[in-house]
């Protein structure tokens, strides 16, 4: 099994620079391309015009606490939103955070434990990556299925075939011509249409 390097697209938010520096030194290296924002507005106008894998938000932000910008981020397909808050809310903010699937992160902090929730969060995309691969294959073998019956029912319909003659006829044609059967129902359907 051969190792693929993927690269993360991160955008940090935070309204203090310290943070910005100290998580953009941590993401170092080619594996992270990372965008910064000091303000939820500002991050969400970043959201629409880039897909992101992590969003971490620095709690409070000069305009919103930032639980909101999480759970919207996390609304997005694949995008894992993770927000640091202080200890003190830290309870209150998981109980609301972790049920809509954010990564909530106390703060003070150490690194290690930042590195560790970051490797969770991208084990969390990995998973979420595998799932929207699967979905959009489900999603193919469905449409494929909808256009042979189309098919099927087209032959039936104008060429008195059994609903077993033109599964066979289909499978056949597919077969005889090296094509598939998609391609063949297709072809059946187009040549009807006309």
Known sequence: MSFV????????????????REMSALLQGGLYQTDNSQS????RCKMLEK????????APLIDEFGSRLCIDASQNNGTIAGIFAANDTFEEIYAKESLQGVFVIPKP?????????LSLMICARERLRNAEKKAVKAESKLDEIRIVNKAKWMLID????????AHRYIEKSAMDAGITKRLVAQLIIDSYLK
Not at 5 to 20: A, P
Not at 40 to 43: E, I, K, L, T
Not at 51 to 58: A, E, M
Not at 158 to 165: K, R
């Open 158 to 165: 104008h060429e008195g075939f059994s609903e077993a003659e």
């Open 51 to 58: 897909q992101y894998d992590i969003v971490i938000v620095n």
């Open 109 to 117: 902090t150490s690194r290690m434990l930042v590195s560790q929730a």
């Open 40 to 43: 939820a507005s500002d991050a």
């Open 5 to 20: 390097e993927r690269h993360y697209r991160i955008l940090l938010v935070s309204s203090g620079e310290k943070f910005i």
